[in-house]
């Protein structure tokens, strides 16, 4: 839009009682300029028929900040001016005719330090059934360094789990334990153990195994801790398993973690859908505890995937680095779960980085500094197999799990065998990139070549060779041209 | 059995030729090469012994080779790996690290348990290697 001027009622009128329009009240604001201190909010606003968007866009600031409904003479108890959000911008979104991008900034003020739960309190709290819209998302949001300098971050980091873990250079590889539901815990800690001694770094639970009648968690956590002991004496490396703690309650939460802690496990597991206080909690505890945090995202496609309402999964993986998970699945672009190349990018960029600049064909709409806050290991993890290496290193680098479930436990001769298949096409697909070989090319010839000297990597080829999911992504950056596709 | 750390143990042991290009990956990324030997392989042995100081100002990766070589001498019958440091800042640690030499035959570990209440079990990982003392334990070879 172009310039504009502030439309908003000044002095007494504006607290005349009575109803006004929310860009009268102060919301709509187009010469603010945001300061280093705000927190920006990039919302998707879907204004139902008729509504003026610019009036929709005021609303949202309003509603997510300090409004109501009615003109309040209690406003004039207070600096209103200065905990009034402010809608400063509004843009049509491209090709996407009746929705708009609604740029807000919030004053630092607005939140509590450190706290998530009081951040999307606000930020997605009522606005999001407001009547006057259609749908809403949000699609991204600017955290300014005093803000991000109040959370505690990833319980480890990436760098200390790597130094913890003795494992440079390359993805870590694991996979989930499957059959999901029903191993009783003796034969769930085989799969274990199977897989670890075949080579990978890492087992896990699924978001779903708690402690179900199968298999109660104790039973689950003592064999599987021998499964990885056992595994760690037979290779000489470090193991470990997600041993999954969630729970009905915090504090059988923390009765799981501590079992673990004081069975030696090096990582317990959460799931996104025990809330962000839980989850912060938790981040707390690991780090006090020396465990590293996996966060399975379990229940985040209910409001990440649709494009028109929700919250973007990049606004999710920021606020996870905040709350100080050292794990979260964010896509693998190749296997059989929702994700477009450049948006996943988005995404391991806000996992990984310590400086996010603006890239609109990513979906990141805003500089963000993460001032030194632990970087964020992203997990990929869903129908991904050994002969597509050579396209995970490229598209997701070094800086991931590789999680190989049914790639490894699927196997015609074993998990054991999965597992090496996994491994050996990683470190040959690692030798020839630092060889400088056009890997993503060659990757083919690659595994084959590796695949001579390794039978399971030949089988697992021969069984996965023609596995793909391309589908048409449902939430692809609004910035170019044509949705991509996965290849 | 195979100690199998480090970033290529899966693969058939490397060629001098493919330690050298690996180790000029690592000059090419301005990474410091360090060069470390043990003879005690424990997961959790984490300082093996330096082989000089990591090597700051090299830009060759045949300078590595001739250290890895005179290593070699000494140290033939141990582990010997090969590590790139990264000291930018965000990571100022390992960025890459990959065995290129092994003792003729590799004991492994025992792994003992001390059976606690509840069914706990106690785990300790023993390197066998380690039952003689630093420097006898690969003498037999």
């Not at chain 1, 962000?276 to 981040?283: E, F, H, L, R, V």
């Not at chain 2, 058939?12 to 360090?34: F, H, R, S």
């Amino acid at each position: 839009m172009n310039v504009q001027q502030s439309i908003t009622v000044r002095g007494k009128e504006r607290y005349k009682s009575g109803v006004m329009e929310y860009k009268r009240m102060g919301y709509w604001e187009p010469n603010y300029e945001p300061k280093d201190t705000d927190v920006i909010a990039l919302f998707r606003v879907t204004p139902q028929d008729g509504v003026d968007p610019t009036e929709a866009c005021a609303a949202v600031a309003g509603e997510s900040s300090t409004a109501t409904w009615t003109v309040v003479w209690t406003d004039r108890l207070t600096a209103a001016e200065k905990y009034r959000a402010k809608c400063y911008r509004v843009d049509p979104v491209p090709n996407s005719p009746g929705s708009y991008f609604a740029y807000i900034a919030y004053d630092l003020d607005l939140f509590e330090p450190g706290s998530i739960s009081n951040l999307t309190a606000s930020i997605i709290g009522n606005v999001f059934g407001f009547k006057p819209l259609k749908a809403l998302r949000l699609e991204d949001m600017r955290l300014p360094t005093a803000y991000v300098k109040t959370f505690q971050g990833p319980a480890t980091g990436i760098v200390v789990e790597r130094e913890r873990l003795d494992k440079f250079g390359r993805p870590l590889l694991g996979a989930t334990v499957k059959p999901k539901l029903g191993l009783s815990g003796r034969n769930y800690g085989r799969v274990v153990y199977e897989a670890l001694k075949g080579g990978l770094d890492f087992t896990k639970d699924d978001e779903n195994i708690n402690s179900q009648p199968f298999m109660h968690w104790r039973e689950r956590f003592l064999y599987c801790m021998e499964a990885v002991n056992r595994a760690q004496a037979a290779t000489g490396e470090i193991k470990g398993t997600y041993l999954n703690v969630t729970a009905a309650t915090m504090e059988d939460m923390y009765e799981r973690a501590e079992f673990a802690h004081e069975l030696g496990s090096n990582i317990v597991m959460i799931d996104l859908v025990i809330g962000y206080t839980a989850i912060q909690s938790m981040a707390k505890w690991a780090r006090r505890n020396n465990m590293i945090l996996h966060l399975h995202r379990a229940g985040h496609s209910t409001y990440t995937r649709q494009r028109n309402h929700g919250v973007s999964f990049r606004v999710i993986a920021k606020w996870m680095r905040l709350a100080g998970v050292d794990h979260i699945h964010a896509g693998t672009v190749v296997g059989k779960l929702e994700g477009d190349p450049n948006t996943t990018r988005g995404y391991y960029d806000i996992c990984r980085e310590d400086f996010n600049p603006m890239k609109l064909e990513h979906g990141v709409f805003f500089d963000q500094n993460w001032a030194s806050l632990n970087k964020l290991m992203p997990v990929a993890s869903g129908g991904i197999h050994a002969g597509q290496m050579h396209q995970l290193l490229d598209l997701l680098g070094e800086d991931v799990v590789l999680q190989f479930g049914g790639g490894t436990i699927g196997h015609p001769r074993g998990i054991q065998a999965g597992a090496t298949a996994n491994r050996v096409a990683l470190e040959a697909m690692i030798l020839a990139r630092n060889e400088g070989r056009d890997y993503v090319h060659e990757g083919p010839e690659i595994l084959a070549k590796a695949a001579q000297t390794c039978t399971p990597l030949r089988e697992a080829l021969d069984v996965w060779k023609d596995v793909t999911f391309n589908y048409e992504s449902t939430d692809a950056p609004d910035f170019v041209p044509t949705p991509s596709m996965a290849v | 059995m195979r100690v199998t750390q480090g970033c290529f143990s899966f693969l058939p042991d490397l060629t001098d030729e493919q330690i050298a290009a690996q180790a000029q990956y690592c000059l090419d990324k301005g990474w410091a090469v360090n060069i470390e030997f043990t003879d005690d392989p424990h997961p959790r042995n984490t300082y093996w012994d330096m082989w000089g100081l990591p090597m700051f100002d090299l830009r060759d990766a045949a300078g590595i080779m001739k250290e890895l070589a005179d290593c070699r001498r000494v140290y033939g019958d141990r582990y010997i790996r090969i590590s790139g440091f990264d000291s930018s800042h965000g990571w100022e640690s390992v960025r890459i690290s990959f065995i290129v030499n092994r003792p003729r035959e590799e004991p492994g570990f025992r792994l003992d348990r001390q059976e606690a209440a509840g069914r706990n079990v106690r785990y300790a990982t023993y390197s066998y290697a380690a039952v003689r003392p630093e420097g006898e334990r690969y003498a037999d070879q």
